[in-house]
């Protein structure tokens, strides 16, 4: 395997050169794959407020990976408790 580094430029060239490409076979597929999502690994690191994150997870009852979901503006309500599995209730199941 071999690790490089384009710019901009050279991926978009190297791009077009494989989409101009009549018959693509495996290896050449997965080339055009591998420049396309390469974009993907320069992307930042997130930086959330994780003292925020685990308090608000705490208070809701609910686990960090929630939290997150609720943040990134997935939900717009907070994220349901979870439930005991032991209901302390009178109803007893039918036999």
Same mark, same amino acid.
């Given at each position: 395997?071999?690790?490089?580094?384009?710019?901009?430029?050279?991926?978009?060239?190297?791009?077009?050169?494989?989409?101009?490409?009549?018959?693509?076979?495996?290896?050449?597929?997965?080339?055009?794959?591998?420049?396309?999502?390469?974009? =993907? $690994?320069?992307?930042?690191?997130?930086?959330? !407020?994780?003292?925020?994150?685990?308090?608000? @997870? %705490?208070?809701? &009852?609910?686990?960090?990976?929630?939290?997150? =979901? $609720?943040?990134?503006?997935?939900?717009?309500? !907070?994220?349901?408790?979870?439930?005991?599995? @032991? %209901?302390?209730? &009178?109803?007893?199941?039918?036999?």
């Amino acid at each position: 395997m071999w690790v490089i580094r384009l710019t901009d430029k050279q991926v978009e060239v190297l791009t077009a050169m494989l989409r101009s490409e009549e018959h693509l076979g495996p290896a050449l597929r997965g080339a055009l794959e591998a420049l396309e999502l390469a974009r =993907w $690994d320069e992307l930042p690191d997130a930086q959330l !407020p994780w003292d925020t994150v685990a308090e608000e @997870a %705490r208070r809701q &009852g609910v686990s960090e990976a929630e939290v997150v =979901w $609720d943040i990134c503006g997935r939900h717009p309500e !907070p994220a349901a408790p979870r439930r005991s599995r @032991a %209901r302390k209730s &009178g109803l007893k199941r039918p036999a």
